[in-house]
């Protein structure tokens, strides 16, 4: 079962939990680093820690178990934030209350739409690699009649993180392209395109793995969003 976009569950705060505030300009510390290393040894074990710091509104845990740099870009794309915000968000961190909101949101998001995100487990693991980096999709069963959905993990120097742009660009695409493609000044254009060249191993593991469900014309939108990104890439 795909997770749902954007526009199912009425923006659907669903697994890319919409952020109330995120843009607002005043001040904040950011989250505490967590005190453990990134990542968890295996897929099952980063996707089951990631689920309850998630659950249990552990900020600092949740995004400590995320693929550096894809906060911000989640956060941007779902509160149709400017390449100039993105940069802010890029270069400051995201404060400590933005992540809040943003995991508390997804955490409800999630339960609206089948279960409390901390009762997940996962069933089955698929690996595969793509360009000498290794993903895991984590596959998990949802409430009874639900289905199942999964979760895109990817191994960082030997740690497993979640991987959540890889799981929901294919409900993101219309957002990231106008993200990518939108007139930005410099330099904050700049940084903002650099920050999203930096996840095209992501948006290939979407779409070079893509979930069963998932739509081949988004999957063709999605490898436009990367030639349009790096125009040497041979999809």
Known sequence: M???G?????AAAVLAGLVTGCGDASPSTTA???TTLPGRPSPT????AWF????GGRAAEA???LVDGQLPILIAVENDLDAEQ???LLADGVPGTAQQDYWDSFAAGFEEFAEPIENLSVTAVDEFGIDGRTYAAAVVGLAPGAGSTRFITTDVGGRWRIDLLATLAPALVNQLRSLATAVAPEPAGETAREALVAQIPS???AVEQPDPGADAAVLRELEALIRFLAPAFEG
């Open 203 to 205: 948006l290939r593991a």
């Open 32 to 34: 505490s680093a967590p």
């Open 63 to 65: 995004t400590g178990l």
């Open 6 to 10: 954007r526009g199912a569950i009425v």
């Open 2 to 4: 795909p997770i749902p």
């Open 86 to 88: 993105l940069a802010g």
């Open 52 to 55: 309850a710091a998630v659950g």
């Open 45 to 48: 074990e980063a996707a089951d």
